[in-house]
């Protein structure tokens, strides 16, 4: 009799650890899905770290091209170091936002095809920010081109521009 109590104990145990581990991985694919789904949001354009700026560069991106989707944001990251002699603030003397302190892109249109790319088509949001003469700021800039603009597939050359400091990039429109 005591050996069937043993056998009957043995299996008791294997099945209640077979259900801990099958709860166990339940809860495990449950937490994936749900880090996976609060971290989503707006992407990085470039999968890498901006290099400083250099004696020549005042501003860096990872790349020159930002590859963008009609519709999609992305993020794109931007040091900027100050050269131009004085500080540069985020708000004006009135104490209002100072648009100029924060990173803007002006896109002209491809050699031969309208339309025009206009502000209202591709967007930068960003926050101002104040710089010190000769010091860096590092700015995490959304990019969007929307999903309602006229714009074709193709690669535009654009500028990017922080107060008076510009840098010529290209949107390669997907």
């Known amino acids: 009799m005591k050996s069937r109590l043993k056998r009957k104990a043995a299996l008791d145990v294997s099945v209640n650890s077979i259900v801990v581990i099958v709860f ?31 004696s020549s560069d005042s501003i860096t991106t990872c790349s020159d091209t930002i590859p963008l989707t009609k519709g999609v944001k992305a993020k794109m990251e931007i040091k900027f170091f100050n050269r131009e002699g004085s500080e540069i603030s985020a708000t004006t003397g009135a104490g209002t936002i100072n648009l100029a302190a924060a990173p803007q892109l002006t896109c002209v249109q491809k050699t031969g095809t309208p339309p025009v790319p206009t502000s209202r088509d591709v967007s930068v949001t960003a926050s101002p920010q104040t710089v010190a003469a000769g010091a860096t700021a590092d700015y995490s800039a959304v990019v969007e081109v929307e999903s309602t603009s006229p714009l074709t597939p193709g690669l535009y050359p654009c500028t990017l521009r922080i107060s008076q400091t510009t840098k010529p990039l290209f949107l390669d429109l997907k």
Do not use: H, Y
């Open 24 to 54: 166990a991985f339940i809860t495990l694919a449950a937490g994936i899905f749900l880090i996976q789904t609060l971290f989503k949001g707006v992407p990085d354009i470039f999968k890498c770290s901006v290099p400083e700026p250099s």
